[in-house]
């Protein structure tokens, strides 16, 4: 896995986290990229939150049939970092880089959009784009940094 961020401290973090186990209910994309935001922010780098609803990832091995599920991972600087998988689960599924992602949401950039809308946007959608931002902020991620903060 190569990354591009110049921050030494936070590439050691992210390749600290990659080589951590993949549970998926207890330390998923999900956590992880918590995770990493955490820290580029702590250390003043741009990160943003991206999640995706439908993701498709392909296994190498026997039975070759790809799973489907949501699945989140960072831009920071402007560049993806996806540990979701560690390197033994990269050997039976695909590399992270492989994971095919359709229709991802930056939450953090959509959060700063939703306070910039104009009145003259339909209200439906205005009222669409806040409940999903709700639910994922609320029911998804909301849950996951309390019980890493305790």
Same mark, same amino acid.
């Given at each position: 896995?190569?990354?591009? %961020?110049?921050? $030494?401290?936070?590439?050691?973090?992210?390749?600290?986290?990659?080589? $951590?186990?993949?549970?998926?209910?207890?330390?998923?994309?999900?956590? *992880?990229?918590?995770?990493?935001?955490?820290?580029?922010?702590?250390?003043?780098? %741009?990160?943003?939150? %991206?999640? $995706?609803?439908?993701?498709?990832?392909?296994?190498?091995?026997?039975?070759?049939?790809?799973?489907? #599920?949501?699945?989140?991972?960072?831009? #920071?600087?402007?560049?993806? %970092?996806?540990?979701?998988?560690?390197?033994?689960?990269?050997?039976?599924?695909? *590399? /992270?880089?492989?994971?095919?992602?359709?229709?991802?949401?930056?939450?953090?950039? !959509?959060?700063?959009?939703?306070?910039?809308?104009?009145?003259?946007? /339909? $209200?439906?959608? !205005?009222?669409?784009?806040? !409940?999903?931002?709700?639910?994922?902020?609320?029911? #998804?991620?909301?849950?996951? #940094?309390?019980?890493?903060?305790?």
């Amino acid at each position: 896995m190569e990354i591009v %961020v110049e921050n $030494t401290k936070m590439k050691e973090f992210i390749d600290e986290v990659y080589h $951590t186990p993949y549970l998926l209910f207890t330390n998923n994309c999900m956590h *992880k990229s918590i995770k990493i935001v955490e820290k580029a922010r702590g250390l003043g780098l %741009v990160a943003n939150l %991206v999640f $995706t609803p439908i993701s498709i990832v392909p296994r190498h091995t026997f039975p070759y049939l790809p799973i489907i #599920l949501p699945h989140c991972y960072v831009m #920071l600087e402007r560049e993806q %970092v996806n540990v979701a998988q560690d390197p033994d689960m990269e050997q039976i599924w695909c *590399k /992270n880089s492989e994971v095919i992602c359709i229709a991802p949401l930056d939450i953090s950039e !959509t959060r700063r959009a939703i306070h910039h809308i104009s009145l003259k946007e /339909n $209200t439906l959608i !205005t009222l669409g784009k806040l !409940t999903l931002i709700w639910i994922i902020e609320n029911i #998804l991620i909301s849950p996951l #940094l309390r019980k890493q903060n305790t």
